[in-house]
């Protein structure tokens, strides 16, 4: 949730914020108006408890006389105080309501609109070409024995899959790098549940207007995560914690859900965007003055991770319209795929402020001693779709496709080539 005295301080940041993301100013009025709400509904109340406690004084020093009609009066008191409560509560109700309405506030710099409206940063390396006709990550998967769509759709639906062989060996491979490369840096390896209660899930923003894409088991009201982001966002929620020493980063290896709920129709295809896949994802709590910096080094990390698979690649700075509700700044590394002829996602990492710590009461205390709301980001080291990279940016003319040198050490091999075929 965004802070409320920015709300009181500063309005028109919050609705040029709304405006930038492509979302309704209005509400940001509505917020105000139940903020004063509230704030008048807690008065009310709390001087009715005043009064009423000061009327029992009264009631112990009246005569036998007086008592009755002071009595009466108290009785009157104490329905009033009832009522007053249950409006501060109702109160309260609407402003949580409102509060949670409100993304987080857009950080000064990030372009405004939508998907299509990125600044590129900076571009890494040169788009691969090749002087034969270039196989998708599809074919190749399917040609060498990595990927099997098939069998994946026939035991769980469209949108699954097996990695098979090599396949997975190149998955385990880029995910323990990156587990190797996080740990190097000072993060805490962490394997946490993909299960989570409602409170967790709501408290890091994906049950607003993402909630259709998460999947939900009633009976058990948990739902599958989809990014360690969101337990390890829960693992200090209500706790107070010692930011002395810098940051506390965490790196989490986990298997990963998306229902992908309107999405179809687009990256049907393979592995790009599927209901189930395995990352590694970097979060970190920090002070709000230490965040931008380390969103800076969120980014670092994930370049030496895409400098080790070797891939061309771009940055870019995602407009407000395209941040999810949570994040205030964030930026894209996107790797060339050369049988779309296009740069796609890959990973990319948020700063989303004290947005999530609030909801989740995750504070630190600061040189005074006093608590204060935490900061949180987080980063991609490495994920499913960076097979879809490494597969078609190096393949080769007889379709084998050459490993990443970095990797070769887990795969077992330095060139990935079709199965041979029994008797030949």
Known sequence: MIDL?????DPEAVRASQRARGEDPALVDALLAADVARRSAIATADNLR????????????????????????????????????????????????????????????????????????ETVGTPTTFDFEPKDHLE??????????????????????????????????????????????GFTMMIPPVLVRPEIMAGTGFLGQHADEVYHLPDQDLYLVGTSEVPLAGYHSGEILDLSAGPKRYAGWSSCFRSEAGSYGKD??????????????????????????????LLAWEREMLAAVEVPYRIIDTAAGDLGSSAARKFDCEAWVPTQQTYRELSS????????????????????????????????????????????????????????????????????????????
């Open 50 to 121: 005043a009064e009423h406690k000061a009327m029992g004084k009264v009631i112990g020093k009246a005569s036998k006389e007086e008592r009755p009609a002071l009595l009466a009066q108290a009785t009157e008191m104490s329905v009033k105080v009832k009522e007053a409560e249950a409006a501060q509560a109702a109160a309260e109700a609407e402003l949580e309501a409102a509060h949670r309405a409100i993304s987080n506030v857009v950080q000064e710099g990030a372009p405004a609109g939508g998907e299509d409206d990125y600044i590129v940063l």
């Open 140 to 185: 190749l998967g399917e040609s060498l024995g990595l990927i099997d769509m098939e069998r994946g759709a026939k035991v769980s639906g469209s949108r699954f899959y097996f990695l098979t062989g090599y396949g997975a060996l190149l998955q385990l491979g880029m995910l323990q790098l990156a587990a190797q490369k996080a740990v190097a840096n």
């Open 349 to 424: 990492t948020s700063n989303c402020t004290t947005f999530q710590a609030r909801r989740l009461a995750v504070r630190y205390r600061d040189e005074n001693g006093k608590p204060q709301i935490a900061a949180t980001l987080n980063g991609t080291l490495a994920t499913t779709r960076w097979i879809v990279a490494i597969l078609e940016n190096h393949q080769q003319a007889d379709g084998s496709v050459r490993v990443p040198q970095a990797l070769v050490p887990f795969v077992g091999t330095e060139l990935l080539e079709p199965p041979k075929v029994a008797g030949r």
């Open 5 to 9: 005295r920015l709300l009181r301080e």
């Open 268 to 297: 049907t295809r393979g592995i790009i965007r599927v209901h189930q896949f395995d990352k590694v994802e970097m979060f970190v709590y920090t002070t709000p003055e230490q965040a931008d910096a380390e969103h800076q080094r």
